[in-house]
């Protein structure tokens, strides 16, 4: 199977491992990576058991979205770290339409993971943050749109997004 994250989180391995579970992990490759974009997808030699879809249409002004990460890893938690918040800005930093901003949390160890909406599908991915003195909440993701083009380009089939709401447990399983 294929997964997206951020050209960043991959840049300098010299190996790449994805955690199946909280304790067996296994060996990924790069297979393509968009340095302006700030992505990278990566195949295991395994079919997935599940796997998130992604939106086919970028967030809008004030949605909800769910951030998805292991912030600080096993210093914290083997488990999942959860953030909500809402679409702040349509454009990231510089102007940059590639890239939204969200208040929903992002911290080190966010980075390449899914920002999803609440039908349980991808709007983007978390990319980068900026905290500096007298600032808070500018978190950052890029749209599904560009990962759908980059997805597309290396001729990665997607499937169609989900169309039904999902409760709150039920995204939190997903």
Same mark, same amino acid.
């Given at each position: 199977?294929?997964?997206?994250?951020?050209?960043?989180?991959?840049?300098?391995?010299?190996?790449?491992?994805?955690?199946? =579970?909280?304790?067996?992990?296994?060996?990924?490759?790069?297979?393509?990576?968009?340095?302006?974009?700030?992505?990278?997808?990566?195949?295991?030699?395994?079919? !997935?058991?599940?796997?998130?879809?992604?939106?086919?249409?970028?967030?809008?002004?004030?949605?909800?979205?769910?951030?998805?990460?292991? !912030?600080?890893?096993?210093?914290?938690?083997? +488990?999942? #770290?959860?953030?909500?918040?809402?679409?702040?800005?349509?454009?990231? $930093? =510089? =102007?940059?339409?590639?890239?939204?901003?969200?208040?929903?949390?992002?911290?080190?160890?966010?980075?390449?993971? !899914?920002?999803?909406?609440?039908?349980?599908?991808?709007?983007?991915?978390?990319?980068?943050?900026?905290?500096?003195?007298?600032? $808070?909440?500018?978190?950052?993701?890029? #749209?599904?749109?560009?990962?759908?083009?980059? +997805?597309?380009?290396?001729?990665?089939?997607?499937?169609? !997004?989900?169309?039904?709401?999902?409760?709150?447990?039920?995204?939190?399983?997903?």
């Amino acid at each position: 199977g294929y997964i997206a994250t951020n050209f960043h989180v991959v840049e300098n391995c010299d190996i790449v491992k994805v955690f199946k =579970n909280q304790t067996v992990s296994i060996d990924a490759s790069v297979v393509e990576v968009d340095v302006f974009n700030d992505l990278a997808l990566i195949k295991v030699n395994e079919k !997935p058991i599940s796997y998130l879809k992604i939106d086919d249409q970028d967030v809008k002004l004030l949605q909800e979205v769910i951030v998805a990460g292991f !912030p600080l890893g096993r210093e914290v938690s083997s +488990s999942i #770290k959860l953030t909500t918040g809402s679409i702040t800005s349509l454009a990231g $930093e =510089n =102007n940059n339409y590639s890239e939204f901003q969200t208040d929903a949390i992002i911290n080190f160890g966010n980075s390449g993971g !899914p920002v999803v909406n609440k039908y349980g599908n991808v709007v983007g991915v978390a990319a980068k943050f900026i905290r500096e003195k007298y600032t $808070e909440g500018f978190n950052f993701g890029i #749209k599904s749109s560009v990962l759908r083009t980059f +997805s597309s380009a290396n001729s990665i089939k997607l499937s169609m !997004p989900n169309k039904k709401i999902l409760e709150t447990e039920a995204l939190g399983k997903l």
